[in-house]
Structure formats: C-alpha cells, structure tokens
C-alpha cells in the first residue's frame, strides 16, 4: 500500500457506506448545488451589498467568479467526490485540519436554527390570504386611523405643506413616515408598538402564531426524510422544488411588471451606474462566499454522491451562473418592489418601506390592490416557502450525510439520528420566534461571513500546501482525465488570499456595524459562533498532533499526511495504487524517516 493507513496513525480506520447511493441523474448535483443560492438572508441583508447598485453592479461578481470561485468550487467538489464522504470524513486528506469538518456541523446547525424564519414569515402570509379580506389591505386596515400607512395618508394635505414650503422664505421641513400595511400586520403578532421593532432588551414577546407555524414547518421537514431520505429520491425532490421555486418567480415577476412604476424600476436596475459598478468591485468579493450555501462544507457533502468521473469542472462553472440567474430574478423583484412604493408616495412624506424585508413583508401590500390578490400572494409566498425549504433540507441531508460517513455506529440507526435531529432543531429554534429573532438574526448572518473567510483561508492552506498542488493536479487528472491549470493553482496559493483576507476585514466590520445595535446575549452567542470555530480547528490539529508518536516534528507529519485517502470503488482503488506507485512526487511533510518505522 503506498499510503498510510489509519491503523499506523493509531487512529480509528475510515470505513465507507458502500450503502450510501449516489444521484438518480448527474444534473441533479448541479440543482442542489444551484439551490444553495437560495438561502434567502444574503437578500434580507441586501442593502449592505447589492440591490443599490442594479445589475451592472453585479459584473464584478463574475471577475471572482473565474478568478477563485469556480476554482474553489472545484476543490470542495473534489474533496467530495473524490473521497465519495461527507465534510468530516473528506478531511482525512489531511487530518491535521479535520476539525474544519467538525466546526462546519456546528455552523450549519446554526444556520438552520435561525433559518427555520424564512419558512415560517411565508406561511403567515400564505394562510392569512385565504381569508375573504386580506388582512393587510387598505380594507382591513381602515381602524388603523392614528397610524400613517400608505392607505391613509392625506394627499392634499400633503399638496398644502409642499407648496407652504415652496413659498416660504424659512427653511420648512416636514417629515412623517408612512408605513406598509403587510408590515404592520406581521408586527402585530408581537403585540408590539406597530411603528417600530426596535424594544428594549428586556421587552422580549414571544409569537405563539409562529411558534405553531414553526412547528409545522419542522413537521413537513421529518415528513420530507421520512420518504426522501436517500439520495436519488432526495435529488428528484430537490430538482422539483428548484424548477417550481424558478418558475413561479417567473411568473411573478412578470405580473409585477404591470405594477406602477415597475418599469422605472427595472430601467434603473438595468441602467448603467458608475457609483454601482464601483461599489460593487468591493463588495461583490463578499456575495462569492454566499455560493458555499448557509452553512460550511455543504457543496463537499452533495459531490460525494457524484459518480467519481463526473465531470465537476464544467459543473462548476454550471452552478456559478445557476447561482446567478438567481441573484438576478430576486434583484429585479426587489427594484420593482422599491419604485412602486416611491411612486405611490409624495415629495413630503417619507414612505417607509421595510427595505431589508422588502421582499417578505412589503411585498404584500404590493400584491394587496392587485386583481385576484389572494392568488398572486399565495404563488408569490409559495416560492419564498419552497426556497426556504429548499436551502433547509439541503443543510441537514449534508449535515446528516457527514454524520454517518464519520461515525459508523450511527449508520445502524439513521431514521432515528435523523428524527432526534430535526426534533432538536425544532426545539432550538424556537427563541427567533420573538421579535428579537425575528430582528437580530441578520447579526448572526453576517458573522459567518468572518468565519467563511477564515476557513476557505485554511481550506487552501490543508489542498495545495499541505497536502500539495502536484498531489491535487494528480488526483483530479486521475479522476477527470483532464488536468487542473497550473495557473488556477497560482490564484488559488498566492492570489484568492488576498481577496479572502479582505472579506475577512468586511465582515468584521459588518459585524461591528451590526452588533452595536444588538443586545449584549446576541454578542456573546456571536463570540461563540465565530471566535470558538477559529479557535477549536488549531486546537484539533494540536490534539491529532499529540496522538501520534515520535519527536515533535514527526508527529506533525504524521498529523498532516493523508492517511486512507483513496477512492471507495475497489476498481478505481486500485488504479489508484497503480498510479501512486508509478509517481515519483515527494514532499517533505510525507518523507517517513527511519524514527517513524520504528
């Protein structure tokens, strides 16, 4: 065996799930892949990186994309197929970093406690439009006499003031906000002021609305792995949901079309702008990262059921532009959205629209004075729900994926892990059922923004220095039959960390901005989800280090060479040996002195 085995390390051997399966078609990795665009908080949290600056804003967004993000995509995608495991059991390429695996179930454990939101705001909506009267139309908020929404200001009084302050020699200013009625409707599941969500720390109010709702939403997810737990069945599933998710967006935008001001709206997204295009050559570097899904690792664990010579090179620019299309459709919605209230609104009064939600909660006083409004609500926050559970359920089958490839005993009780997971899930995510989830939750967003930067940084670090750039372009040529560019490797070595550290220092500062409007618990829950993950993945690599034997500076070799890092399939497995054996590559972290043998 030209090798290590896990048994010289001392360390527990890989033993793979022959049983796993892999995707009933290859295009199926490419539409789960497609769905991680979906994960809807990069556009709640919007106006920090896009939506102001249109579509020409988004041109820088394809310069990363050919210069480290399709390269990226390839070496989480290699991992994967490769090793045919999840994002634990891929680490065994060097076992020094495995503890990147581990940190990425606690991140994306924590991405689904706080995701579980974006479900459960679409079904309020979708339940409350099958009453005869939406709710939040001008109708239904006639009571709402002491509060401005855009049903009930006064445009002549409006008129009056304009022209005094036209005519006055004094500086005149008149402001007053004019609220969105679908967003006061949700407001007032908190029994909350309905002009503001920002109460005091101590005023925490929980919604038992959607506390039910959530229990629902988690329902139909342990109904979903209950009948779609392998692979095939599960990637069928998921190539659905993603087509209907497109195709009533579609069908939405179009009808949004016909919205006053819509066309505005779409002329000033398409339009060319200067400011736009400059702003987003600094902050499309941080979108790049949104494309690895809600949480870490989670392309590493949907490669794995790639058969080994799928073609991840041409898939990968695939799901780059997938991803996309799909940044593009819900940034045409949202301008769309923002000029139709800017044009139903007057030169005094300032209309306030919940911009960080439009597409939530604004969204369906949009779509109240529309014909047929209760259909066109149910479609438009149908396809919110289903996106929603698209990026849900793609966490926690890689989640659950990586589980039972690291640890064998779980394998013998599957459905079981799989319900005690979901259960607990439900049960932790009930704390964003309060007006302080509901609120906060983009503060947590942010904050894996510092911990991607962080691990994509180390992730390069572990493949082309450790492990080694000449051994990665020998396992890809072995797997694709074509080679990896040299000069990819070179981006990826001395280049895409300049760009990652650079994220890196715009999340921190997303952070801080954040963070200084929270409470003091959401900081410290923050300190742990970003500053413990850094800290634990070295401390990992010291604990490997430690159970091996030798001097210092062999036990660091040993913590760091692969060890079982081999195809699953008997026949590639063994052209695989055939060809290590032909090779004549060394490296000096894989040198195996005479102390070691012994």
């Known amino acids: ?64 994309m050919a210069i480290y993000m399709v ?36 991140l994306s454990v924590a991405a689904l406690l706080y995701y579980a939101i974006f479900a459960v705001v679409p079904l309020v909506y979708i339940l409350h439009s099958l009453r005869p009267t939406l709710p939040w139309s001008c109708e239904a908020m006639a009571h709402m006499k002491n509060v401005s929404t855009m049903c009930n200001f006064n445009q002549s009084d409006a008129d009056v003031i ?3 302050a036209e005519n006055s020699s004094e500086v005149m200013v008149e402001y007053a906000e004019v609220h969105i ?8 599941h908190f029994q909350a002021n309905v002009t503001s969500l920002m109460i005091e720390e101590e005023s925490v109010t929980m919604s038992w609305t959607m506390v039910g709702l959530s229990i629902i939403i988690w329902g139909v997810i342990a109904g979903i792995f209950k009948y779609c737990s392998d692979a095939a069945t599960f ?32 002329v000033h997204y398409v339009k060319p702008h200067r400011d736009g295009m400059v702003v987003g050559t600094f902050t499309m570097v941080v979108v790049v990262l949104q494309a690895f899904g809600s949480g870490w690792g989670s392309i590493m664990s949907l490669a794995s059921f790639n058969d080994f010579k799928t073609n991840i090179m041409g898939y990968s620019w695939v799901i780059a532009f997938g991803q996309t299309l799909a940044y593009i459709l819900f940034g045409m919605v949202s301008f769309i959205l923002q000029h139709y209230f800017q044009s139903i609104s007057v030169r ?77 899930l439900a049960f932790f995510s009930l704390p964003f059922c309060t007006n302080h989830g509901v609120l906060f939750f983009s503060a947590v967003s942010v904050d894996s923004l510092v911990t991607y930067s962080v691990m994509h940084f180390m992730l390069i670090m572990a493949v082309l220095w450790i492990y080694g750039r000449e051994r990665f372009q020998r396992d890809i040529e072995f797997m694709l039959g074509q080679p990896f560019a040299s000069w990819k490797i070179f981006i990826l070595r001395f280049i895409a960390p300049f760009f990652l550290f650079y994220t890196l220092l715009m999340g921190l500062w997303m952070a801080f901005v954040e963070h200084f409007y929270v409470s003091t ?41 692969p060890t079982d890092w081999y195809p699953v399939e008997m026949e590639n497995r063994q052209q695989y040996e055939e060809t290590l054996g032909n090779s004549d590559i060394t490296h000096q972290l894989y040198e195996v002195t005479e102390e070691e043998v012994n």
């Open 1 to 64: 065996m030209v090798y290590e085995s896990s048994y010289e390390t001392g360390r527990k051997p890989f033993k793979p799930d022959l049983q796993r399966g892999k995707w009933e078609k290859p295009t199926d990795f490419i539409f789960a892949c497609c769905g991680l665009a979906l994960k809807l908080d990069i556009f709640v949290i919007s106006y920090w990186l896009y939506f102001d600056m249109g579509l020409f804003g988004i041109l820088p967004y394809y310069f990363y």
């Open 521 to 561: 618990p959401l900081l410290i829950i923050s300190f742990i989800l970003v500053i413990l993950p850094i800290l634990f993945i070295p401390g990992y690599g010291v604990y490997i280090t430690y159970e091996n034997t030798g001097t210092f500076c062999n036990r660091i070799r040993r913590a760091c060479r």
């Open 71 to 106: 390269p990226l995509l390839v070496i989480h995608s290699f991992m994967g197929q490769f090793s045919s495991s999840g994002f634990i059991s891929a680490f065994r390429l060097s076992p020094f970093f495995k503890g990147m695996g581990y940190i990425s179930i606690f």
């Open 348 to 424: 005094t009064y300032d209309l306030f629209v919940e911009a960080n939600w439009v597409l939530y909660l604004s969204s369906a006083s949009a779509m109240a004075e529309m014909e047929f409004a209760n259909l066109w609500t149910i479609l438009y926050y149908s396809m919110l729900l289903i996106a929603s559970l698209v990026v849900i359920i793609t966490q926690i089958f890689t989640v659950l994926t990586s589980l039972f490839d690291e640890f064998e005993m779980l394998r013998a009780q599957k459905e079981r892990t799989t319900f005690i997971f979901i259960g607990l």
């Open 235 to 266: 990637g069928k599933l998921l190539r659905y949901m993603i087509l209907t998710t497109l195709g009533i967006m579609l069908l939405c935008l179009v009808r949004f079309l016909f919205l006053p001001g819509a066309l505005d709206g779409l």
């Open 181 to 188: 009625p679908s967003v006061l409707f949700f407001k007032q």
């Open 162 to 164: 304009s022209s005094l």
